[in-house]
């Protein structure tokens, strides 16, 4: 076993660990547990947490690199979707480069239960948005190429 899959393994177990929503690790400290540099953990981070696997990973620099993960399944397609749902596949949308990190926030906003709260079936209307900022931002991207 390579340590990459060591430290995904530890970090799947640290999940499976802990009760909250969001799992936060300090990258140098993992870094010095696994005898790494910390663009390693970057590494194991981006490639093996990724939002198409089903991850949102925070990201802090600085004081030792906090990193918060959460794992979300992915909307199934169905006509109704949690704010958690709605984060992957905005995640989604910004790795895959068919928003920037503004866009990204606003439809954050957009979907949010704040955003929501006063509407009956949320979760639906929720869906249809999203559907729709996706399919803006693919024509958007698609007109810049």
Same mark, same amino acid.
């Given at each position: =076993? @390579? #340590?990459?899959?060591? #430290?995904?393994?530890?970090? *799947?177990e640290?999940m499976?660990q802990?009760?909250?929503?969001?799992?936060? #690790?300090? +990258?140098?400290?993992l870094?010095d547990i696994?005898g790494?540099?910390? $663009?390693? #953990?970057?590494?194991?981070? $981006? /490639? +093996?947490? $990724?939002?198409?696997?089903?991850?949102?990973?925070?990201?802090?620099r600085?004081? @030792?690199?906090? !990193?918060?993960?959460?794992?979300i399944?992915s909307?199934?397609?169905?006509?109704?979707l949690? /704010?958690?749902?709605a984060? !992957?596949?905005?995640?989604k949308l *910004? &790795?895959? @480069?068919?928003?920037?990190? /503004?866009?990204?926030? *606003?439809?954050?906003?957009? !979907?949010s239960?704040?955003?929501l709260?006063a509407v009956?079936?949320a979760? +639906? *209307? +929720?869906a249809s948005?999203?559907?729709? =900022?996706?399919?803006?931002? !693919?024509?958007?991207?698609? &007109?810049?190429?």
């Amino acid at each position: =076993m @390579g #340590i990459t899959d060591k #430290i995904e393994a530890f970090i *799947l177990e640290l999940m499976k660990q802990d009760a909250g929503d969001w799992l936060t #690790i300090q +990258r140098n400290e993992l870094a010095d547990i696994f005898g790494c540099v910390p $663009s390693q #953990i970057n590494y194991v981070i $981006s /490639t +093996r947490f $990724s939002p198409e696997r089903g991850y949102v990973v925070e990201s802090r620099r600085g004081g @030792g690199g906090c !990193v918060r993960i959460k794992h979300i399944p992915s909307a199934g397609g169905g006509e109704d979707l949690s /704010t958690d749902e709605a984060l !992957v596949e905005i995640a989604k949308l *910004l &790795s895959a @480069g068919y928003t920037d990190r /503004t866009g990204a926030e *606003l439809m954050k906003a957009a !979907v949010s239960d704040p955003a929501l709260a006063a509407v009956p079936g949320a979760g +639906r *209307l +929720r869906a249809s948005i999203l559907k729709n =900022m996706k399919e803006a931002s !693919v024509k958007c991207r698609r &007109s810049m190429i």
